[in-house]
């Protein structure tokens, strides 16, 4: 598969998306024929280099899939994002890098078992926040410990998308000063708590995650202890800019939503609801440019600063945007769009979770202001 053949086939299973969308936001239970598909299509194997059967793709690729997703079920495509978070930081952090860092010749094939295993359909997840830090990676409460056989880890996590339904997860843990990133296995250790009850995102099955396992040498991210703060920093596309895609793709699906709602009931011939779609999409083309823009960069010159600036601008707009754009198009339609089971209403409470995410719009906003201003945003007030 060829990273175009993967747009192709996102876009040809956007529809078979939407058509379930309504059914597992109702139940607020995990898209599980969504996932069947993605992997049967080789979704899953996007990120993954082309000598383990995968894709192949960089960022730019990744967030065309995303939108394609996300304009047919919002969670789902939220639930692929943090796969290919995953994914794509294994795939395209270049092996010199990964050994100048201090990567061990044994990582490299423990890597490469693991993409290999998503080209054949392995779904992984991130577990990352917790219970009152969030994503706050500098205080992570997870603790882990060398043991005999490789490491201890216990603690719990929340806000894990897919939580229950994946092959292994990626997780956030600290040994005194030190956080490091594993990459868990699901199995014996792992339990989850059936959390998940929230206005938007129903679907992602963003469960708690409890550990109390040991996980083999490997195991820890690139044999490397302390990494995690590190990663944060210099591919920050992944934590932030990754989520972009999938609010900018809810911009576009609530204008088109407006537009079929308003067209069938016969009230397009009004001028205030014209201006209101016109000006919601621009504002969605804008946000969707936004986020290629800021792919181009990420593939072209991941470490320049000006791509670290507009990674934090595409999140920010893509959020903001996204739930600007659902709330006009809702009063557009009116009262009749409020209704569970309306695609607008269920956009809207989608799109209101795109600021709340990390990094929130807040935090977006500030990091800018600080660079703006010629300050260094990630010294005057630490984003992780």
Known sequence: MTPREALDAARELSPRLAARAARYDAAGTFPADDFADLAAAGLLGLMVPTRLSGAGAGFADYAEVAMALAGGSPATALIYNMHASVTGALALTPDDTARALGAADSFFEFRDGLLAAAAGGALYAVAMSERGIGSRLSQVRTRYEPVGDGWHIKGSKAFCSGAGHAQAYLVAARRDDKVSYFLVPDGDGITVEQTWDSLGMRATASHDLHLDVTVPPDALLGGVEGLTLL?????????????????????????????????????????????????????????????????????????????????????????????????????????????????????????????LQPATSDVCADWLGCAVLGLDPDAETPRW
Do not use: F, N
Request: charged letters at 25%; glycine letters at 6%.
């Open 231 to 355: 990663i944060a920093q210099v591919m920050p596309q992944w934590l932030v800019a990754s989520y972009a895609a999938v609010y900018a793709a809810i911009a576009r699906a609530a204008v088109d939503a407006a537009a079929a709602d308003l067209s069938g009931r016969g009230l397009a011939g009004s001028a205030a609801v014209r201006a209101r779609l016109g000006r919601a999409d621009a504002q969605a083309a804008a946000a969707r440019e936004v986020v290629r823009e800021v792919a181009r960069q990420v593939d072209a010159a991941p470490d320049d600063s000006a791509t670290t600036r507009w990674i934090w601008r595409a999140k920010l707009i893509a959020g903001d945007t996204a739930q600007d754009v659902a709330a006009s198009m809702l009063e557009a339609c009116g009262a009749s769009a409020t209704r569970r089971g309306h695609p607008l209403e269920r956009l809207y409470r989608d799109a209101r979770c795109g600021a």
